[in-house]
């Protein structure tokens, strides 16, 4: 049985599909799958418990379907309540109490597959429909707050309303470009994440590009996400790429052209220079290895320390104690292994 989070009092978030531009033009585009992997992830945490009292909640997305990612089997260690929010994000959410053992282990084994693609010019092959929902990514949020004033303001002054007549992935690509062009990788980042406060002065990192850009187009009736998760780390050989078994936190962007599904953007991984393409291109094109914990960003969760606890984005496993039993974060590790399939 799925259950709800709490929901912050004031915040609306608006899951409404509206309906693309009527006069968009078909782009003579497609993405063209070019490769998959497949992996196995062992993801282990870990804390010790700092005392006999207190209560604790675990907190872990389920990992979604997205444009490249497709979960073949998740199984968990810790037998939680899967749980659903208001905005799609589902979850495990485990109550622990202090037992015989002071360690606490959380074991986490996913297996898929994840696709490399890449954006082509021309038609795509008769027998490849595009099979794709906007779903809930057109809204606003606290992170994606593309309704403010400021965000507004900064759309107009840098000429990024959607064309009558232009196509999705041609905005999108105008976006992109625009950040190429006036942005810079800053870590951490000279703002706040959200939108708004990232579009003034694109001096950010991952996470705010994605927000920016998401805003970008959703404001232009575009659906877009945010993917946050992990990449895994490869070294470049002469027979394509070898996993490294390191990873590293990443938050990337997809929006949907209705013509041709969900497209990635990742514009980060250009600017740092990151392995993958040798034009350091990373507009439509995905490498395939990405690793999406969830979509989107800003839960509400019921701790034990407080109800309608904020967090945007959980890229690890997310540890609530109460107040007595708060140590425990300072005890709190993380590994991980992956293996090619």
Request: hydrophobic share 40%; glycine share 10%; net charge negative.
């Amino acid at each position: 049985m799925f259950t709800a989070f709490r929901i912050r009092r004031g915040v609306l978030l608006v899951l409404l599909f509206v309906p693309f531009l009527a006069k968009a033009d078909v782009p003579d585009k497609y993405i063209a799958v070019v490769g998959s992997e497949h992996f196995r992830i062992v993801y282990d945490s870990s804390f010790t418990w700092p005392g006999d009292e207190g209560s604790a909640k675990m907190y872990l997305p389920i990992p979604p379907e997205t444009g490249a990612q497709h979960i073949t089997s998740f199984t968990s260690s810790i037998k939680g309540a899967v749980e659903t929010d208001d905005s799609g994000h589902r979850m495990v959410v485990a109550t622990l109490h202090p037992g015989g053992s002071r360690r606490v282990h959380w074991r986490v084994v996913i297996t898929g597959t994840w696709k490399i693609r890449q954006l082509e010019d021309g038609a795509p092959p008769a027998n490849d429909p595009v099979s794709a929902s906007g779903g809930g990514f057109l809204g606003t949020s606290d992170s994606i707050n593309w309704k403010d004033n400021a965000f507004q303001d900064w759309l107009d002054a840098s000429g990024l309303r959607r064309h009558s007549g232009e196509a999705a992935v041609d905005f999108a690509q105008r976006v992109y470009t625009y950040l190429h062009t006036h942005g810079a990788y800053t870590y951490p980042p000279s703002s706040v994440w959200t939108s708004a406060a990232c579009s003034r002065r694109i001096h950010t990192d991952c996470g705010g590009f994605s927000l920016v850009f998401v805003g970008a187009c959703r404001a232009n009736n575009i659906p877009a996400r945010l993917l946050v998760g992990q990449c895994f780390k490869v070294r470049r050989t002469g027979d394509g790429a070898a996993l490294t078994g390191s990873r590293q936190a990443h938050v990337i962007a997809e929006f949907l052209d209705p013509h041709l599904g969900w497209i990635p953007e990742d514009i980060s991984s250009q600017f740092l220079h990151v392995g993958g393409f040798g034009d350091l291109n990373f507009f439509g094109r995905d490498p395939g290895y990405f690793f999406a914990w969830h979509t989107d960003t800003d839960f509400f969760l019921d701790t034990p320390r407080k109800s309608n606890a904020h967090e945007q984005w959980i890229q690890n496993p997310s540890l609530w104690f109460s107040e007595d039993a708060d140590g425990a974060n300072d005890t709190m590790s993380h590994h991980w292994d992956i293996e090619r399939l």
